[in-house]
């Protein structure tokens, strides 16, 4: 073989070593960058997920609170003053916010405290009278502006006539309560309890949890 010929297995010369070598950290670098665009990634969707399980769980909470709040606070009946609608020691649910938006209807069952006492019980009664009407009670009977009220057959004739034995006019804010066991039931016709002021008003009874003596239900 002549000395001038060339050998195709000859070494690489050393600039060549040196600009493979940059190759190959120029490819490991961006390898590497690569996996941190994806690490990072990865933690930011981790990040937004956990984001909207705690935004999402609060949001739940608040919900139930507003629920809890508006429609679903327990009390209990004392007594029997609203038997058999009622009975003493059953639990019923009142609506908070209805009345905040309209105003209490004949025949509602309201929750109240008398004089707007803050250290008494609650009270269960149901709504006879309205703003601005005359209620008297005549012969165990209620009338409205000299009008018989026509009222369910279950209700017992008034023995005791009470304050409204006289003509009571009710002011623009004010409502005639009676319990449905009329003649065990401290209500309107007491002195010490008289006509109740919408804004000691708590709420209205709409629904009552099951009793020794009945099941759940609506309150009607």
């Known amino acids: ?3 001038g010929d060339g ?12 600009q493979m070598a940059g190759r190959g950290i120029s490819v490991a670098r961006r390898k590497g960058l690569t996996f941190y665009q994806k690490k990072k990634k990865l933690n930011s969707t981790v990040i937004k997920d956990i984001f909207e399980v ?18 679903g606070m327990r009390t209990s009946v004392i007594g029997d003053s609203m038997e058999p609608a009622l009975y003493n ?12 938006l309209s105003s209490p209807k004949r025949g509602d069952v309201v929750v109240f405290l008398p004089n707007g006492n803050q250290n008494s019980h609650y009270y269960v009664k149901r709504v006879v009278g309205l703003p ?17 009220l026509e009222e369910d057959e279950a209700f017992d004739k008034m023995i005791d006539a ?5 003509e009571l006019e009710l002011a623009a804010d004010e409502y005639f309560v009676l319990g449905d066991n009329r003649n065990s039931s401290e209500d309107s016709r007491s002195g010490n309890i ?22 759940m239900g609506l309150i009607e």
């Open 7 to 18: 050998d195709e297995s000859a070494e690489p010369e050393p600039a060549d070593l040196q």
């Open 89 to 100: 020691g059953q639990e019923i649910l009142m609506n908070r916010v209805i009345y905040r």
């Open 1 to 3: 073989m002549a000395a």
């Open 194 to 215: 008289g006509a109740v002021r919408k804004d000691n008003i708590i709420g209205k009874a709409w629904f009552h949890m099951a009793s020794d003596t009945d099941t």
């Open 54 to 71: 705690i935004v999402g769980g609060m949001i739940a909470v608040f919900l139930a609170f507003v629920i809890i709040f508006s429609v």
């Open 162 to 166: 009470g304050i409204a034995q006289s």
């Open 132 to 148: 601005g009407e005359r209620i008297q009670i005549r012969e165990g009977n209620v009338y409205i502006n000299d009008v018989l």
